[in-house]
């Protein structure tokens, strides 16, 4: 099923990515034609088949509750493109600022 | 003695070993040929030369008072996706430019423990998203067989310096064939093991329940000595598994006897080239001469896997590119009236064409609405998948095909239409759906370029696939060669 | 307590706790304490660098399988983990490790007093770090700050369903809650320190109707009086919102302890789509019915049983009985000191009279020795309470107490028929009077006895004066 503006709207919302002009039709175009390649899986009858989420048989490891040295402060913070008093600087997120 | 830089790791041990060579002599050579070939290639996104220079005194100190591990000096590369303590790590994305990790991955960790020398960090495409390396947030990297033709993708860089001779072997990680289909384009050795086998801490994620980390080499034996290195339980993953690291037994054996499938949907795919069918045709009579029996088995759902691949990978990335944000690290936009409008400018900026794609086909396919319809049938289709490959293994002891339907394709030929891009990855994908190991090894040339083999085998036995591999580098006297010299 | 004549308020609690661990959720950080330095109980997994993976805490797991268990909850087999997607600057993977299909436990219940509130689901997850805003107002605020110290801390989420009828319902179930999270040791489970949050789902409808009303969901509420206060409050402004014909919005509203009142919390959060999947870093985690059963085997009485066999075992009054069992310390207390040769009686309402007000807790022999020491009259009351403390500050026992204050009775008849006679003859009026028939002149006489023998024996002491008077 193709992909309409409105739908690539809400989808780059929701993904939170930026939409610069030309976008909206760049994505409807595209993925547009990968989901028509897509849409093959639909031929198929899967109502008997199980979800694959993992294909390896691994069952999850438990790990003990014991502390291991953190990052300092500095380290938390090295790569951080904005810092201040030893946090993360943020713009307001309050949406209607 | 010839050229070090066109050598196998055993035969660099040899020289090692007998003091012919020192690992500092090593470094050197490989520096001086990484200076002569790199402009060309541009395999490499930065070098890492003063750690290589330690790393390499250690290696000699460690080769003189006998304490060396089994890579002692053995010059590395490592993909742009692999985190090094210290080291500036992209993932070949701007979002990612000046990013230090404060930690080492556990599988570069364990090369550094056998004695490895990093010599750099090679290019890829973007979040190794690709097949070409064109979507790398940098540059693209050239396949040193014909400058003009890409390296394949998403590993390109790591494939090519190993080709270049740029390095003795190197690192990328495979999440729909981008260890294969780049070592195939490349003519190089390249192999991704059984989901689970190798640590995937460290490594930054594309698609987690596909990605898994492997080596490029010149060898057969090679490649199983540094995936026996790097593989084994890791407490700091828990889809590694805890099980025996035998991935070298029985590798000399030979494939007497050997049933090797034949699966004929790989032979029929789209875009096939007749040179690279004729190639492989001829690779599979070598082994069938060397002892091996052909027998045809079946992979009904082909057809469906890369659709599967492109709902399941795509959904992963969507999720796990979520934490470049512009909050503690990489690129932002702090310039912003509020915080929705600093993620969206950030993420749009920072982000590349074809991981912006994925990432939206990905929330799409997740979304209220959609989920069932694409998400969740695409697990099921990929349950037929694994089912196609349980089915056809119960037939053969190991599936072989070729790796890419084509050999190197022109630069720029394929990044307008996305599906033909995504086409490259037909016969690799279904190993990554199915978490099975898959080999690629160079099996003659079609037009003046590289041809991969691919030997695919059941989960667990990269030995398998590893000794048909072997078998086949023995009956056609097959070495790989270094491109690009004068 | 408004006047909800009409209505029924339908309540149901979503309660987030955290569990007893030294290490956070996916990650072997410490905790971090209430006073640490920002972003300095960190590591690579919990700060979301790239390439990082989430290994399960088995502490936290155990914790959240023995609440289920003391909640009679179901546990399956197999339980897993999935990503609820969202990006928020205090969630720093852009999603939260959650649960939303295979949760680790489902369909409980908590017996409060006579009601039983249904539990639909004990689930694991991790907690979000902390944001701290520029400008005293999140509303007015233009940046806001990022510590990760909590982020990834682990939390249990205990959600009931819609069984909870009034604010003193919601808060008596809370505490409820605590004491039990407390009692098999999953939680410490402080309102104070967050690490019990409740969220009161609250909806009102007409009396006798069946279909639910909308509903609005009440955060940052963190004492019990505040959770009564705002559900009081909520009910009432949804009631006077529907009877005044606007209608209630969904939404999630905050407590404003400040404002004594809850608040729209409209971050404007458009379409909210979670886009919930399999956690690919986690596999299925196998829950081993042997491993369930010894954890069953091992939990300690529950409070609610514990009350009733207070009723029965001692024949404690119902109310003193849930005062007692709602706090293992006390109900451990109470049970010992009868055991060292307390009376039941008496040693319930030291309890509920001297221990539970004052907070601090006497040791079994502390508390049994004092009131044995009252029972027997070899001490007043008032002299207990001087001993209680006493030994409790000094940590010394009751007789040693009684000793150094010299509280011990004289009881001794003769002794005391000696100053009797005494305290007489030195009050010859008072005595005349009482005689005359001026029975207050009593007083007189008793309080120059209490001065002369403070430690007669007040009810002998008495009985004499009256004899020799008469
Ligand atoms: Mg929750
Ligand atoms: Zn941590």
Known sequence: MPLSRDQVRHVALLARLGLEPGDEDFYAEQLSGILRHIDRLQELNTDAIPPTAQVVEVAATLRDDEPRPCLTQEEALANAPAAVGGRFRVPSIQEDA | MSDPTHLTISELRHLLDERELSAQELLGLHLERIEAADSDVKAYLRLTSTKAAEQAQAADRALRDGSAGPLAGIPMAVKDVLCVKGVETTAGSQILKGFKPPYTGTAVQRLFDAGAVMLGVTNCDEFAMGSSTENSGYFPTHNPWGLDRVPGGSSGGSAAAVAAGEATFSLGSDTGGSIRQPAALCGVIGMKPTYGRVSRYGLIAFASSLDQIGPFTRSVEDCALVLQTMAGHDPLDSTCADRPNDVTRGLHDGVDKMRLGVPREYFEVEGMEPGVRLAIQKALNTLESAGAELVDVRLPHTDYGLAAYYIIAPAECSSNLARFDGVRYGMSEQDAQNITEAYMKTRRKGFGAEVRRRVMLGTYALSSGYYDAYYLKAQKVRTLIKQDFDAAFAGCDAIVSGTSPTVAFPIGSKTQDPLSMYLCDVLTLGGNLAGLPGISVPCGMSDGLPVGLQVLAPQWREDIALRVARAYELAADMRVEVALVD | ?470
């Not at chain 3, 020491?373 to 009751?398: F, K, M, N, P």
């Open chain 3, 1 to 470: 307590m408004t006047d909800h004549s009409g209505w029924e308020v339908v309540i149901g609690m979503e309660v987030h706790v955290q569990p007893t661990t030294r290490t956070k959720m996916f990650c072997s950080c410490a905790i971090a304490p209430l006073n640490a330095a920002p972003n300095t109980h960190t590591c690579p997994v919990c700060l979301g660098l790239p390439g990082v993976l989430p290994v399960i805490n088995k502490a936290a797991v155990e914790a959240c399988l023995k609440t289920a268990v003391a909640l009679d909850c179901e546990i399956p087999r197999h339980t897993k983990f999935d990503r609820k997607n969202y990006m928020y600057p205090d969630l720093p993977k852009g999603y939260q490790i959650s649960q939303y299909d295979l949760p680790m436990s489902h369909d409980g219940h908590l017996d409060v007093g006579e009601q039983r509130v249904r539990i639909r689901r004990v689930h694991l997850e991790e907690d979000t770090g902390k944001l701290v805003h520029a400008g005293d107002k999140l509303h007015k605020a233009w940046e806001s700050f990022v510590d990760l110290n909590r982020a990834g801390v682990p939390l249990m989420e205990i959600v009931s369903e819609p069984d909870i009828r009034s604010a003193e319902e919601a808060r008596d179930y809370a505490m409820a809650l605590r004491t039990l999270l407390r009692t098999v040791g999953a939680s410490e489970a402080d309102m104070e320190k967050g690490q019990l949050r409740a969220e009161p789902n609250i909806s009102v409808r007409r009396a006798g109707s069946t279909e639910l009303g909308v509903k609005t969901e009440l955060k940052n509420i963190n004492s019990f009086r505040n959770l009564y206060r705002a559900i009081d409050f909520e009910v009432q402004r949804q009631i006077e919102a529907l009877e005044s014909g606007h209608g209630v919005v969904q939404e999630t509203r905050g407590w404003s302890d400040a404002e004594q009142r809850t608040f729209s919390q409209r971050t404007k959060e458009f379409a909210e789509d979670y886009r919930y999947f399999p956690e690919p870093d986690l596999p299925p985690l196998e829950l081993d019915p042997a491993w369930i059963e010894e954890l069953r085997r091992s939990l300690p009485e529950l409070p609610e049983a514990r009350r009733r066999r207070l009723v029965a075992q001692y024949g404690l009054p119902t109310a003193d009985a849930s005062l007692i069992a709602a706090e293992r310390e006390l109900a451990d207390l109470f049970e010992g000191a009868v055991r060292a040769g307390a009376d039941a009686k008496p040693a319930a309402n030291w309890i509920i009279g001297e221990v539970a007000p004052g907070g601090i807790v006497p040791t079994i022999t502390q508390l049994a020795d004092v009131v044995k020491l009252v029972s027997s009259g070899s001490i007043t009351r008032d002299q207990g309470r001087e001993v209680l403390a006493e030994s409790i500050r000094s940590q010394r026992s009751a007789a040693e107490v009684v000793a150094e204050r010299g509280f011990a009775q004289v009881s001794d008849e003769s002794e005391l028929e000696a100053i009797v006679r005494e305290v007489i003859a030195d009050n010859s009026k008072a005595a005349a009077d009482y005689r005359a028939g001026k029975k207050q002149a009593l007083g007189a006489l008793m309080a120059d006895l209490k001065k002369r023998a403070p430690q007669a024996n007040p009810s002998i002491t008495n009985r004499l004066l009256q004899k020799l008077l008469g």
